[in-house]
Nanobody, 122 residues
C-alpha cells in the first residue's frame, strides 16, 4: 500500500513559519515529481509547489513565490515545504502528492497523502 504521510501542520500567527514534511514509508519516489497542493473550505484544491526528481527544477504558485521553499531528500524519501511569512490566506489543508509527470494540475498526480491542516491567525 502506497503511503504519503504529511506532518508539521498546526496553528501559527500571521508572519510566522511552519515546515511541512511528507514521508513515503515503504516506497521510494526518487524518480517522481513531488508536489504540495492545498485546499481551503469551499475552494478547489490548488497547486502550491513542485519539485522534479532531480531537485534542480522547482515550481511555485505565484501566491507563495518568495515565501515558500520546496525541497526533497531522496535518501530519506522525504519532501519538505518551508513556509515563511504566513498570512491568513494560507490557511488550508495541505496535501503531498507524487506523480511521474506531475505538473501544476492535481490530476497529474497518482498518489496523495491524507493532508495536514495549516491555520494562520491574524
Amino acid at each position: 500500500q502506497v503511503q504519503l504521510v504529511e506532518s508539521g501542520g498546526g496553528l501559527v500567527q500571521a508572519g510566522g513559519s511552519l515546515r511541512l514534511s511528507c514521508a513515503t514509508p515503504g516506497r521510494t519516489f526518487s524518480s517522481y515529481t513531488m508536489a504540495w497542493f492545498r485546499q481551503a473550505p469551499g475552494k478547489e484544491r490548488e497547486f502550491v509547489a513542485a519539485i522534479r526528481w532531480s531537485r534542480v527544477l522547482t515550481y511555485y504558485a505565484d501566491s507563495v513565490k518568495g515565501r515558500f521553499t520546496i525541497s526533497r531528500d531522496n535518501a530519506k524519501n522525504t519532501v519538505y515545504l518551508q513556509m515563511n511569512s504566513l498570512n491568513p490566506e494560507d490557511t488550508a489543508k495541505y496535501y503531498c502528492a507524487a506523480g511521474i509527470n506531475g505538473g501544476v494540475e492535481h490530476r497529474q498526480y497518482d498518489y496523495w497523502g491524507q493532508g495536514t491542516q495549516v491555520t494562520v491567525s491574524s
